[in-house]
């Protein structure tokens, strides 16, 4: 069992950055892949950012890839996601996941599924 808290939302200025951060409690979070999603105004929970368990890989959703990096600190039970370059477009509640999946999908880059733990959100506003 893991429980997520995540933190590090609020308000920016386009062209801003925000560092947000993920505590997890809970032994088995280390064996876990973690990932972050969010959910905008009006819109559907969309995959963000995802790493395996041991960090040796990244995954990002195109539309973020180059802005955003996704890290982990096993031994302190965290996760964090630094957003550069953040746009309006960026706005919305971001997520902390984990035990995220790859699922096959036909276009041949898999989609990430989500796993059963989630944080309770953090808002991001990002202002023109």
């Known amino acids: 069992q893991v429980h997520l808290v995540d933190s590090g939302g609020g308000l920016v200025q386009a062209g801003g950055s925000l560092r947000l951060s993920c505590v997890a409690s809970g032994r088995a979070f280390k064996d876990y892949a973690v990932a972050w999603f969010r959910q905008g105004p009006g819109t559907e929970r969309e995959f963000v950012a995802g790493m395996p368990w041991n960090g040796f890989r990244t995954f990002y959703a195109d539309s973020v890839k180059g802005r955003f990096t996704i890290s982990r600190d096993n031994t302190k039970n965290t996760a964090t996601l630094q957003m550069d370059s953040l746009t309006p477009e960026d706005t919305a509640v971001y997520y902390c996941?984990?035990?995220?999946?790859?699922?096959?999908?036909?276009?041949?880059?898999?989609?990430?599924?989500?796993?059963?733990?989630w944080g309770q959100g953090t808002q991001v506003t990002v202002l023109s």
């Open positions: 996941n984990a035990d995220p999946k790859p699922v096959p999908h036909p276009s041949g880059k898999p989609s990430i599924v989500p796993g059963d733990y």
